[in-house]
């Protein structure tokens, strides 16, 4: 292995692998070229590991070595078809999904406004319910008058709750 004090990198044990390859040195070269793949490995570029196992596999003398390096490549395509698999997955996913619509838009607009009817309606029948409440300053309406205005507001109120559950499905 070359020395552990340099700089780890892929590139530099690609550079350590071709001096090898020059200096006839098969062994260190394709030691050198697997750990370049394993850089290559950790930092998720599976294409460039691939290509550098390949090179230490082709330069490669001994059997464990060469075992060895097959075992990492097969690893990898297996961890490539996988990916490769997910994004397929996701790309059909996002075909066949369809655009949120402008009904979708509305159906939202409308849960809303019958949400905030309600609650308007239900306190103005709270409102009109109580007649201490208004201290009979609205007009001259009697007791019985507020009473039966109370009712229809909260009726109405129970209508449009009723509306909004039943839209929220």
Not at 5 to 32: M, P, Q, T, V
Not at 37 to 57: P, Q, T
Not at 122 to 133: H, I, Q, R
Not at 142 to 167: E, H, P, Q
Request: proline share 1%.
């Amino acid at each position: 292995m070359v020395e552990e004090s340099h700089k780890k990198d892929a590139d530099y044990f690609e550079k350590y692998a071709r001096i090898y390859l020059r200096e006839k040195n098969y062994g260190k070269a394709a030691k050198s070229y697997e750990s370049a793949g394993d850089y290559w490995e950790k930092k998720g570029e599976i294409r460039n590991a691939i290509k550098d196992y390949e090179d230490a596999l082709r330069h490669a003398l001994e059997r464990e070595d060469q075992d060895r390096i097959k075992g990492k490549m097969e690893e990898l395509h297996f961890e490539r078809g996988k990916i490769l698999s997910r994004l397929g997955q996701i790309k059909h996913d996002i075909e066949n999904k369809k655009p949120r619509s402008r009904s979708h838009h509305n159906l939202l607009e409308d849960k809303l406004f019958i949400f905030i009817s309600s609650i308007t309606i239900l306190s103005f029948a709270l409102f009109f319910s109580l007649f201490s409440l208004t201290g009979n300053a609205i007009g001259m309406l009697t007791k019985n008058d507020f009473k039966w205005i109370g009712v229809c507001f909260f009726l109405c109120g129970l209508v449009f709750a009723f509306f909004y559950l039943k839209r929220r499905k």
